[in-house]
């Protein structure tokens, strides 16, 4: 496709409950970034992914939290044993290198009852 | 913790007055850029300035920097309704990008 691609656009789960979130980059875009963002606040770093280079994975909030870029492209955040705290909108961003634009999906609003 | 700090938190003028949005930031920078949100989705890229610039425009936007004083400042002219959004600006920092908390815009018709 012609831009970032994320799946679900919304998701409603129950406490306890594992998710997964899906981010289909811009082709060729060698850069992939997670942030989350709770209603009306900014957007909080989670994740980045840079080639084959180990990920930063420095703003995972905690160990329930974890992500994967398979071939270096589309790539999936998963949140196990989901708590209400998580409701918020996961973003997902690429980027072809650095320093450069990020292209953003629409997000995947996640709500957690 | 967030690099960039925006402020105001919140900015309402009339449609035709022009905006300015200030960022602040705490380490050093390889460029800063600018970002609009509508609606609370997916943000799309407004303008870049390198660290060895000090003023950039496009359009209606003028982006001044000052890594002396670690700020940025984003002017947008001859505002209109449509410009109502959230923006935010982002710092290339540590081989990773970092947004601020933004400052919400409405532009009164």
């Known amino acids: 496709g012609a831009g970032v691609s994320q799946s679900p656009s919304n998701k409603v789960t129950e406490k306890g409950k594992d998710v997964e979130l899906r981010c289909d980059p811009i082709?060729?875009?060698?850069?992939l970034y997670w942030y989350r963002q709770s209603l009306g606040q900014g957007l909080e770093f989670l994740i980045y992914?840079?080639?084959?280079?180990?990920?930063?994975k420095s703003g995972l909030p905690s160990d329930r939290f974890s992500a994967e870029r398979t071939g270096g492209s589309v790539s999936t955040l998963t949140i196990q044993r989901t708590q209400q705290e998580d409701s918020a909108v996961y973003l997902c961003?690429?980027?072809?290198?650095?320093?450069?634009?990020?292209?953003f999906g629409e997000g995947s609003r996640l709500t957690v009852l | 913790s967030q690099q960039g700090e925006e402020d105001p938190q919140a900015l309402s003028i009339q449609e035709g007055e022009n905006a300015t949005m200030n960022c602040s930031y705490k380490?050093?920078?390889?460029?800063l850029q600018w970002y609009r949100q509508n609606s609370g989705r997916g943000l799309v890229h407004l303008i870049l300035?390198?660290?060895?610039?000090r003023e950039k425009h496009s359009g209606r936007l003028r982006v001044t920097l000052d890594t002396s004083k670690k700020s940025s400042s984003l002017l947008i002219t001859a505002s209109r309704a449509a410009d109502t959004a959230s923006y935010f600006c982002?710092?290339?920092?540590?081989?990773?990008?970092?947004f601020g908390a933004g400052t919400r815009l409405f532009v009164k018709a």
């Open positions: 961003a690429s980027s072809f290198g650095r320093p450069g634009e990020l292209f």
């Open positions: 082709s060729g875009h060698t850069a």
């Open positions: 992914f840079q080639g084959n280079s180990a990920p930063d």
């Open positions: 380490t050093s920078i390889n460029n």
């Open positions: 300035i390198r660290s060895n610039e």
């Open positions: 982002a710092t290339d920092a540590s081989f990773k990008t970092i």
